[in-house]
């Protein structure tokens, strides 16, 4: 932790500081979980372990719950899984996933101790929890937990007050970082990194958090290295400025921003994005064109219209109807592009979710076109550096090189590299596989410019030679934000 120290941010409370000029890419600091824990919904697809999603898991013969790649896994994750393992025997059910994280906290205190040290800023004491702030909805739910809590936890055990334990959960509450699966695609479960607690928001950060699983693959556990969040720099960081990250995603407007800080983290945003409203104008703007624009009233009808045709398409895709969802993009965008700006929050969400069906239904071409609009609309939000913005970049670099537009595809996934070596470091395996796509795009693009009948030739046959695999299904929007709200 040497690179911050704690002190006291203007309005904010506690906050990090660099003791050091830091530059792009640097990492701020790096910090293993106190304890983390997999999603219930996840609970059968995800190994309880590393994290990786595994179309075959071993469970624990003891508790029937917990599930491992392998032995290899299993081991590794026992002295987590050690007393929840016998607790859930006892009790004779699983309890839901904050009851778990929380009783992995206390163990892992009642083990270790809560000292601050040198590499450890805070303890879970000094950590906020905001029941006060909560309201009666979320306040009735956590007096629910408490009490099966309370069944849970094992007599055997050290015995906490209802106060501290519910301190605890309002801890996880509103400090609980989201943790992705090996290849930092998907949300799986939730963990406490306490020294990232410290770290204050702003809509347009300096610094972005990452996960970071270490190497688990060892056949010996004894060498594999601990799962850690590392905080990266995204430009240059001056001795004794505030190190920041964005707790939500930047891509909504002042006030939309504003009122999920307030409703997840209790505080009011006052940063210069959002006094400024910088960029609304851009996410709900109409379009522009050799100076005329839309009336006012045609961009609040279109927008409308946008919001209802989305709710329609999310229900068609949770439905798995596809071309329905298609059909519904396609009419909605006919609405949109004559009148919103391609930058809308609206039309760039439309872009997204028909770009990723078309790619699942092979329809890679027409996905290209849409999914490079869409890369164009971030650049134009997004920071330069910002981790959505790198990995929209990838998927629509991918997309152009299903259809065959190498050249297209060889520079977007070259940027999104750029990108996510910065937000990622060359260690992670997201910016492993990019480091090999961008590779084999660079020689098909020799070939390209050398013969181009022949490169679409040899493509073609490979092709017809191999049978074409289905893409991924298409899923919900990745979670954007970086703490997680219960």
């Not at 590392?230 to 990250?245: A, C, D, P, T, Y």
């Not at 709900?284 to 009233?297: I, Q, T, V, Y």
Request: charged share 25%.
């Amino acid at each position: 932790m040497e690179n911050v120290q704690v002190f006291d941010s203007p309005g904010k409370g506690r906050g990090l500081r660099a003791t050091r000029e830091l530059w792009a890419g640097d990492i701020v600091f790096s910090e293993p979980g106190l304890a983390a824990i997999v999603f219930d919904n996840m609970a059968d697809h995800v190994c309880h372990s590393c994290f990786r999603r595994q179309q075959k898991l071993h469970r624990c013969a003891q508790c029937k719950f917990a599930q491992y790649c392998d032995r290899t896994c299993q081991r590794a994750g026992w002295n987590e899984h050690k007393l929840e393992c016998g607790a859930i025997k006892t009790y004779g059910k699983v309890p839901n996933e904050n009851i778990r994280l929380a009783a992995r906290l206390l163990w892992r205190v009642e083990k270790e101790g809560d000292e601050v040290s040198d590499v450890k800023l805070t303890t879970l004491d000094n950590l906020e929890d905001h029941v006060a702030d909560m309201p009666e909805d979320d306040l009735k739910e956590l007096k629910v937990d408490i009490h099966n809590f309370l069944d849970f936890w094992p007599r055997n055990s050290k015995q906490h007050n209802v106060d501290y334990i519910s301190h605890i959960f309002g801890v996880i509450n509103c400090n609980g970082f989201m943790v992705s699966d090996q290849r930092g695609l998907q949300a799986v479960g939730v963990g406490l990194f306490p020294n990232l607690c410290l770290v204050n928001h702003n809509c347009w950060p300096n610094c972005t958090v990452i996960l970071n699983h270490g190497n688990q693959s060892a056949v010996n556990s004894m060498f594999h290295s601990q799962r850690r969040i590392e905080l990266r720099s995204l430009g240059k960081i001056s001795e004794g400025e505030e190190v920041m990250v964005a707790y939500v995603d930047f891509l909504n407007v002042s006030s939309e921003r504003q009122r999920l800080l307030k409703q997840q983290y209790f505080f009011d945003c006052t940063c210069t994005h959002c006094e400024g409203h910088i960029k609304d104008d851009a996410m709900m703007g109409g379009l522009e064109e050799e100076g005329s624009k839309p009336s006012e009233e045609q961009v609040k009808e279109v927008t409308e219209f946008s919001l209802q045709m989305l709710e329609k398409m999310e229900k068609a895709r949770l439905d798995a109807k596809y071309h329905e969802v298609v059909k519904l993009c396609r009419e909605c965008l006919k609405k949109q592009e004559p009148v919103l700006a391609d930058t809308h929050l609206y039309m760039l969400r439309v872009l997204s979710v028909l770009s990723e069906v078309l790619s699942y239904l092979q329809f890679f071409e027409e996905a290209a076109g849409y999914a490079r609009k869409m890369v164009d609309g971030y650049s134009k939000l997004y920071h330069p550096n910002n981790a959505q913005l790198g990995m929209a970049t990838m998927r629509g670099g991918v997309t152009h090189w299903h259809a065959g537009l190498i050249e297209v595809g060889h520079g977007m996934i070259c940027k999104a590299y750029a990108i996510l070596l910065i937000t990622h470091g060359n260690t992670h395996p997201i910016a492993k596989d990019l480091e090999a796509m961008r590779m084999q795009t660079e020689m098909e693009l020799r070939m390209f410019q050398q013969n181009e009948y022949v490169y679409h030739s040899m493509r073609e046959a490979a092709l017809k030679n191999q049978p074409m695999n289905m893409m991924a299904e298409p899923v919900a929007e990745n979670i954007k934000s970086l703490f997680r709200k219960q």
